[in-house]
């Protein structure tokens, strides 16, 4: 039994709710929970003459689910000066949606910074058992914070529900590493939480849902999720790893001494681990390639690739956490690099399926790569990259451990018996 919420005038309450979690291989659709829901709409005109929506009382249905304070207010929506213009509602899930990256992102979301003045949005946010009173609290500064793109919030702890035709699903939440724990048997409990999510989005989300994939060990675990959805195309699953360009391209403009939107082209190959390659070969500044403006080819080839690995521990020892702003800044840019056409010339990195790849590296594994994109949502990888022995030997030292990782959760992709043999821990210093 999981908790749901039932807000009413007296506050709210929880009460038991059925948790459903189906793991056949074709899952069924599992009787849906109640979820708590919160809805808003916006009176263009009126806000825009004294920047007050005016409220119309309704009476709600008897069917309609119960939702969370201002959320319960049906606006006036007949004039059309600005609502005319917007798009259809979008929906993103946000799981982890309690915790400190997502206390970051999320109003970002809801503001409008990620998919435009234009879009609005509704957040299905998904929690536990333990953090569901926070997840209520989230709830509370979402509706405190008078966003008129937000027009719906709903928390739950049950995918099933809170993935509902959902547009977008932003993977945050997993299980963090434990004193003592093997790399292998992170792969093996967060394997399943995505396996079980991965399963969910099958049977509920949108046939075209976008898949954003960030708790760790985020390559193998988006390779989880896809297997386990294949009603959704492989192609829209991505594994972050925008956190790890940004920091290549950060040390970059250090060294070459320019501010980091002179810096392009920068690509971070691989596994989201310390055998990840950020590529000094096809970046540029300032329209030149980098060993053009930076002629110190010992630094390239060994400091800026460790600065950028070891960016997340040292930011652990000053700051005392690990890195939530910035990893939910990361997960803003790679969204709108998917959804905002990529300038002529320019690419990005995220983690993507390799299967039809270009570049020789094994199919059938998550691998991080250069992409384009029109702003349609969907990616091509990047056609013109040079490649070098240097860069391709540290990409093959990726692909064998993501190889190697793809063996330890074959027990979760469908594909036999699990055989775990990971030479060494390349687990990034943020995340022990």
Same mark, same amino acid.
């Given at each position: 039994?999981?908790l ?22 074709q ?6 929970? @109640?979820? &708590? ?9 009126? +806000? #825009?003459?004294? !920047? $007050? /929506? ?35 509602l ?22 409008g ?6 879009? @609005?949005? &509704? ?9 569901? +009173? #926070?997840?209520? !609290? $989230? /709830?509370?500064?979402?509706?405190d ?51 079980d999510?991965?399963?969910a ?11 954003l994939?960030v ?9 989880i ?58 970046a ?29 521990g ?30 002529e ?12 790849n ?13 992409c ?11 056609s ?12 093959k030292k ?22 775990c ?12």
């Open positions: 039994m999981g749901s919420t039932v807000y009413s005038p007296a506050g709210p309450r929880l009460v038991p709710a059925p948790l459903g979690r189906c793991r056949s291989a899952p069924r659709r599992p009787r849906r929970a @109640p979820l &708590a829901t919160v809805r808003c709409s916006v009176d263009a005109t009126k +806000q #825009a003459q004294d !920047g $007050v /929506a005016t409220a119309v009382a309704t009476e709600a249905p008897a069917s309609r689910k119960e939702c969370f304070g201002v959320f319960c207010t049906t606006y006036d929506l007949k004039a059309e000066d600005k609502t005319k213009s917007w798009k259809k979008v929906n993103v899930a946000v799981s982890g949606a309690a915790g400190m990256i997502s206390n970051h992102l999320l109003f970002k979301l809801a503001s910074e990620v998919f435009g003045q234009d879009q @609005p949005i &509704a957040l299905k946010l998904l929690g536990s058992e333990r953090s569901f +009173q #926070a997840l209520e !609290g $989230v /709830a509370m500064e979402l509706e914070s008078l966003y008129p793109l937000l027009r719906e919030v709903s928390i739950g702890i049950d995918p099933y529900v809170v993935f509902q035709d959902v547009d977008w699903a932003l993977l945050i939440g997993a299980k963090p590493r434990g004193p003592g724990m093997e790399r292998a048997a992170l792969l093996d409990i967060n394997g399943q939480i995505f396996a999510q991965g399963k989005l099958n049977a509920v989300a949108s046939r075209n849902a976008k898949v994939v708790g760790n060990p985020c390559n193998t675990n988006a390779l999720c896809l297997k386990n959805a294949p009603n959704i195309p492989a192609k829209n699953f991505h594994a972050l790893t925008r956190l790890d360009e940004n920091r290549a391209k950060c040390q970059l403009a250090l060294k070459a001494g320019v501010f980091y939107d002179k810096v392009s082209n920068v690509t971070i190959w691989g596994n989201h681990s310390t055998t990840q390659v950020p590529d000094f070969l096809n540029k500044i300032d329209g030149r390639p980098v060993k053009e403006v930076i002629k110190d080819t010992k630094w390239l080839e060994e400091e800026f690739t460790l600065t950028v690995q070891k960016r997340g040292v930011l652990i020892q000053k700051w005392g956490r690990s890195s939530a702003a910035s990893t939910a800044v990361s997960i803003v840019d790679a969204i709108r690099s998917l959804v905002t056409p990529t300038p010339g320019d690419w990005f990195s995220t983690g993507v399926y390799t299967t039809g270009p570049y020789g590296i094994a199919e059938d594994i998550v691998f991080s790569m250069p384009r994109s029109k702003g349609d949502g969907d990616y091509e990888l990047a013109d990259v040079l490649m070098d022995d240097f860069l391709w030997e540290r990409i990726s692909e064998a451990e993501l190889l190697a990782e793809k063996k330890c959760v074959a027990h979760l992709t469908g594909e036999g018996n699990a055989f043999d990971l030479p060494e821990d390349t687990m990034l210093p943020g995340e022990v």
